[in-house]
């Protein structure tokens, strides 16, 4: 499997992007709907999923570069949120 899905003026869509996009997306919408079903809170779940996917995000960041690979990024702090050169946890 090719990790470029297709290029948008330079910017490459990676597949891992995308299944995250999907999963963030998809607990966002699952939430809402069992919210509205429930009466209440509902107008607040979809900034608490963007808020939670971009935490997550950079949580999972965080945790890669502290937990596995602080030697290498103690000495370069200007790449720990360089996402695009992979080390996702």
Same mark, same amino acid.
């Given at each position: 499997?090719?990790?470029? /899905?297709?290029?948008?003026?330079? +910017?490459?869509?990676?597949?891992?992007? #995308?299944?995250? /996009?999907? *999963?963030?997306? /998809?607990?966002?919408?699952?939430?809402? +709907? #069992? *919210?509205?079903?429930?009466?209440?809170?509902?107008?607040?779940? @979809?900034?608490?999923?963007?808020? *939670?996917? *971009?935490?997550? @995000?950079?949580?999972?960041?965080?945790?890669?570069? +502290? +937990?596995?690979?602080?030697?290498?990024?103690?000495?370069? /702090?200007?790449?720990?949120?360089?996402?695009?050169?992979?080390?996702?946890?």
């Amino acid at each position: 499997m090719y990790p470029i /899905l297709f290029t948008i003026g330079g +910017f490459p869509i990676r597949f891992y992007g #995308l299944i995250t /996009l999907l *999963a963030i997306s /998809l607990a966002t919408g699952v939430a809402y +709907f #069992l *919210a509205k079903q429930d009466g209440r809170w509902h107008q607040h779940v @979809i900034d608490i999923g963007i808020y *939670a996917g *971009a935490a997550g @995000i950079l949580g999972g960041r965080l945790w890669d570069v +502290f +937990f596995f690979d602080w030697d290498y990024y103690s000495h370069n /702090l200007t790449e720990i949120f360089n996402v695009w050169q992979g080390g996702m946890a």
